[in-house]
T-cell receptor, first 113, second 112 residues
């Protein structure tokens, strides 16, 4: 059974700092991995999608990497801003590609001005 | 990408009643999903709703409790039946377009 874990559960940093969020999964047979952002009381915003054959994806100040063999992904946020404060979720789709996302518990990020 | 709307955005309901949540997508999609996010928890898939077929439910979720309709490629409903306080959650629909999934804003349900 696939399990997804995110560390740390919460993180508080001063504005301008570079930071890394970690995601690990127990079954390396994944189809893809997706990072989302969730603001309080809101839905999910897709940030980055990494296919199982890819090593990393970049969008603006965000960079996500994938090491499928070790069951790990990281989300790197450069030059953090207060507007980055949110909960970040990673989710995987299994190799059977049913579309079912299995989510981690999330990392709640606070960026202080 | 896809733009997804949900109605209602929130509701407060009495124990034993039912609530139907609507999900509308701005484009035709084959695969739609319904997720639940309990307070302080992450998201759990309730069921997959593909147009023209019966919904497929995950372990722990049953059709009598969470009936789903998918009448066309842009719309779906999820009903939460015979509600109890344990059903208080955020319910989100999502769609898969290409390789990526997109989510609606969610429906925040409180059951008293």
């Amino acid at each position: 059974k696939q399990e997804v874990t995110q560390i740390p559960a919460a993180l508080s940093v001063p504005e301008g700092e570079n930071l890394v969020l970690n995601c690990s999964f127990t079954d390396s047979a994944i189809y893809n991995l997706q990072w989302f952002r969730q603001d309080p009381g809101k839905g999910l915003t897709s940030l980055l999608l990494i296919q199982s054959s890819q090593r990393e994806q970049t969008s603006g100040r965000l960079n996500a990497s994938l090491d499928k063999s070790s069951g790990r992904s990281t989300l790197y946020i450069a030059a953090s801003q207060p507007g980055d404060s949110a909960t970040y979720l990673c989710a995987v789709v299994g190799s059977s590609n049913t579309g079912k996302l299995i989510f981690g518990q999330g990392t709640t990020l606070q960026v202080k001005p | 990408s896809a733009v997804i709307s949900q109605k209602p955005s929130r509701d407060i309901c009495q124990r034993g009643t039912s609530l139907t949540i609507q999900c509308q997508v701005d484009s035709q999609v084959t695969m739609m999903f319904w997720y639940r996010q309990q307070p302080g928890q992450s998201l759990t898939l309730i069921a997959t709703a593909n147009q023209g077929s019966e919904a497929t439910y995950e372990s722990g979720f049953v059709i009598d409790k969470f009936p789903i309709s998918r009448p066309n490629l842009t719309f779906s409903t999820l009903t939460v039946s015979n509600m109890s306080p344990e059903d208080s959650s955020i319910y989100l629909c999502s769609v898969k377009t290409g390789y990526e999934q997109f989510f609606g804003p969610g429906t925040r349900l409180t059951v008293l």
